[in-house]
């Protein structure tokens, strides 16, 4: 989220935290009991060393090779579904959600969380025959801890647009703190529900299954006019078509 990015960038210069782009850590080793890690830079090749204490490291990760060969990827890798309705551009009995999506968005657990319903309800109106309905605007939501016992977030919709109560709490003070606690335990709480095997309908529905209006019904397509035919695959508008051509003409007296 480039407004997310540009609020940490400026945390960070603040506090006098060196930020670098740009370097591919190419190997770790410890020396005299001190951990060293060894830096690329991606366009000089220049290499630097750097001591540390602890790291988090977000390896490379490529596309396995049967997802590319089957067609399902896109150019960079992930899978090429419709951004709205998580169904496969090209193959109408493929789903994808999380980290796998190959739309642009911030790789969130909310965001899985956000579209575990409407992937559940696509699904299941595929299998029926149905059209596709579920609608996903995107929402993806983050903690952004400032210290210990401080913290603010950030949410956002599709492109990047600002959710309702995007960066509304304030960087310090008695509402950071209780934000944070507040955080916390909402998390938490979401934790053990997603892992509590109980019998229910999912989260965030547990007690009721979500149900979604007909798409030219939507009132979040109808806010961002988006047309409904956008969001039909093209298989499934052809299966219909062919459908409806096959069928017997009514005798009209």
């Not at 370097?23 to 009991?33: D, F």
């Not at 830096?39 to 204490?53: A, Q």
């Not at 210290?147 to 950071?176: D, Q, V, W």
């Not at 939507?218 to 096959?246: F, H």
Request: with cysteine.
């Amino acid at each position: 989220m480039p407004y997310a990015n540009e609020v940490a960038l400026d945390e960070c210069n603040k506090r006098g935290i060196e930020v670098m782009f740009g370097w591919e850590m190419i190997k770790i080793e410890k020396t005299n009991g001190v951990k060293i890690a060894t830096f690329k830079n991606v366009d000089t090749g220049e290499i630097m060393e750097k001591d540390f204490f602890a790291a988090n490291i977000n390896p490379p990760s490529k596309t396995h090779k049967w997802v590319a060969d089957a067609g399902l990827a896109d150019s960079k890798g992930l899978i090429d579904v419709n951004k709205y309705t998580l169904q496969h551009k090209n193959f109408d009995n493929i789903f994808a959600f999380g980290d796998a999506v190959g739309f642009e968005t911030t790789r969130t657990m909310s965001a899985a969380q956000a579209q575990n319903p409407i992937v559940k309800n696509n699904v299941l109106q595929f299998l029926q025959g149905k059209e596709i309905n579920g609608v996903y605007d995107g929402y993806s939501f983050m903690p952004f801890h400032l210290g210990n016992r401080y913290c603010t977030s950030f949410s956002h919709l599709h492109g990047f647009e600002p959710a309702p109560k995007n960066h509304m709490i304030p960087h310090y003070g008695i509402f950071s703190r209780i934000y944070f606690d507040w955080m916390l335990n909402k998390t938490k709480n979401i934790d053990n529900t997603y892992t509590s095997f109980a019998k229910n309908h999912g989260p965030p529905y547990n007690h009721w299954p979500a149900s979604y209006d007909e798409l030219e019904h939507n009132d979040y397509l109808k806010a961002k006019n988006i047309d409904p035919a956008e969001l039909v695959n093209p298989k499934y508008a052809e299966r219909i078509a062919k459908l409806e051509s096959e069928a017997e003409p009514a005798l009209l007296h």
